[in-house]
Nanobody, 131 residues
Framework: QVQLVESGGGSVQAGGSLSLSCTDS????????KAWFRQAPGKGREGVAVIVTGSRVTYYSDSVKGRFTISHDKARNTLYLQMNNLKPEDSAMYYC????????????????????????WGQGTQVTVSS
């Protein structure tokens, strides 16, 4: 059974930085798609960034482009999200998501941010940015 566990959330002032991590127990898969989503109170879950493990293929939402960086450490089987220049509107519960395997049934570059495309989720970690 796959388990995704996020960590690294917390509270920070606007302009500050936080780094999130997501570890998973499924270390036998060599290829996966992994992403970060977030959900603010009263809003839907939105895609933040996605990465194809073992490659440099990444996509970001326009709202975080240039401020957030997604990365993956294959040896540690850990997904990261470095968040810089944080804004109050970045406050949300952040979730990691994963799809294992090499074949997708959707267009990654266009549809990665759709919550329904992802079938494995962590429990979330809270990020709060104060002004």
């Amino acid at each position: 059974q796959v388990q995704l566990v996020e960590s690294g959330g917390g509270s920070v002032q606007a302009g500050g930085s936080l780094s999130l991590s997501c570890t998973d127990s499924l270390s036998t898969y060599k290829h996966a798609y992994k992403a970060w989503f977030r959900q603010a109170p009263g809003k839907g879950r939105e895609g933040v960034a996605v990465i194809v493990t073992g490659s440099r293929v990444t996509y970001y939402s326009d709202s975080v482009k240039g401020r957030f960086t997604i990365s993956h450490d294959k040896a540690r089987n850990t997904l990261y999200l470095q968040m810089n220049n944080l804004k109050p509107e970045d406050s949300a519960m952040y979730y990691c998501a994963a799809i294992y395997g090499t074949t997708l049934d959707f267009g990654l570059s266009v549809q990665w941010g759709e919550e329904r495309r992802w079938n494995l989720w962590g429990q979330g970690t809270q990020v709060t940015v104060s002004s």
